[in-house]
């Protein structure tokens, strides 16, 4: 049931040295392919990252260094702002793309909860250097990291504001 692995998905910054499958990676693309984006554009593009050296490099880059580097799985999420803007201009340049690879983000983070992996977003690192270790195309926006693995730890669910306390139904 959905609800239940919403419920269920934590942020996860420990992880088991065991290797995820190349079979259950895809099924996380698949899930992130699967995501809603402005026009049907998906304007995204994923890099998987098992390479150590790679992963030692981008730790380097990232406030939570530490993460990248104790998973097995990295996956590197790019936004095309040129994609979007061709339909939508501005807005599709500095909004639509970023909408659309959140999609893509939760779509992975609660397919891997489904399946039995953890994982954790990662935003907090410098652009220019992810963009620089990996020498990404110009058009690709690193917007992303999810670290993926198998939890070793037994995350505390953080409190969470209410529905009553963010919401307001207008009848
Ligand atoms: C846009 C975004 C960026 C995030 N960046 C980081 C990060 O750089 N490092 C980190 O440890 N967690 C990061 N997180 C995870 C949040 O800290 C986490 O979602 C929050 O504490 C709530 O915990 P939960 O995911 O278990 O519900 C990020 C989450 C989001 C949505």
């Known amino acids: 049931m959905i609800m239940e ?24 693309l698949e899930a992130a392919c699967m995501a809603p984006s402005a026009g049907n554009l998906q304007p995204w593009f994923f890099y998987v990252i098992e390479n150590p050296r790679l992963k030692r490099e981008l730790s380097r880059v990232a406030v939570s260094g530490k993460i990248i580097e104790n998973a097995p799985v990295t996956i590197l999420v790019c936004a095309l702002p040129e994609q979007s803007a061709s339909r939508y201009g501005e807005r599709g340049a500095w909004l639509y793309c970023l909408q659309d690879t959140a999609a893509a983000v939760q779509n992975m983070l609660l397919a891997a909860t489904a399946l039995g992996l953890a994982t954790c977003w990662i ?12 020498d990404l195309p110009l058009e690709q926006r690193p917007v992303a990291m999810v670290t993926v693995g198998y939890g070793a730890e037994e995350a505390q669910a953080p409190v969470k504001k209410p529905p009553v306390a963010v919401s307001r139904w207008l009848k």
């Open 123 to 134: 935003g907090a690192f410098s652009e220019e250097e992810v963009a620089a270790i990996l």
């Open 5 to 28: 692995v919403i419920a269920k998905r934590r942020s996860i910054r420990q992880y088991k040295p065991d290797p995820v499958s190349a079979e259950l990676i895809h099924q996380l």
